[in-house]
Nanobody, 127 residues
Framework: QVQLVESGGGLVQAGGSLRLSCAAS????????MGWFRQAPGKEREFVAA????????SSADSVKDRFTISRDGAKNTVDLQMNSLKPEDTAVYYC????????????????????WGQGTQVTVSS
C-alpha cells in the first residue's frame, strides 16, 4: 500500500516557477514507478512526467519538455516536479501517481497504468 500527498501548488504569474512535491508512505516506495499527471477543467487527465524506480529513466510530455524536470529522493520518499517558464495553459490540478509494475515508455505515460494516486494540488498560472 502506498499513500501519496502532493504539495507546492499555488498561483504564479506566467514565466514564473513552482516546485511540486509528492510525499509517499510505504516501505516499498523505492521500487515504484512514479508519475505526474494534470487535469484542467473540462479536459481529460494528461501525462506530464514520469520517473523509474531507480531514477535512471525519465519521460516528459512534449508540452513541458525543457521546462519541467522530475526527480526523486529515495531517502526522503519524495518525488518532485520543478516547473519553470510556466504558461497559462499549464493551469490544472496536478496529481502524483505510483505503480509497482516495471517501467516501459507506454506504461509511464498512461494514467490507467498507475494504481495509487494523490489527492491533487492546484496550479494556476495567470497571464
Amino acid at each position: 500500500q502506498v499513500q501519496l500527498v502532493e504539495s507546492g501548488g499555488g498561483l504564479v504569474q506566467a514565466g514564473g516557477s513552482l516546485r511540486l512535491s509528492c510525499a509517499a508512505s510505504g516501505r516499498t516506495f523505492s521500487s515504484y514507478r512514479m508519475g505526474w499527471f494534470r487535469q484542467a477543467p473540462g479536459k481529460e487527465r494528461e501525462f506530464v512526467a514520469a520517473i523509474s524506480w531507480s531514477g535512471g529513466s525519465t519521460s516528459s510530455a512534449d508540452s513541458v519538455k525543457d521546462r519541467f524536470t522530475i526527480s526523486r529522493d529515495g531517502a526522503k520518499n519524495t518525488v518532485d516536479l520543478q516547473m519553470n517558464s510556466l504558461k497559462p495553459e499549464d493551469t490544472a490540478v496536478y496529481y502524483c501517481a505510483a505503480d509497482s509494475s516495471a517501467w516501459t515508455y507506454n506504461r509511464a505515460r498512461t494514467p490507467g497504468e498507475y494504481r495509487y494516486w494523490g489527492q491533487g494540488t492546484q496550479v494556476t498560472v495567470s497571464s
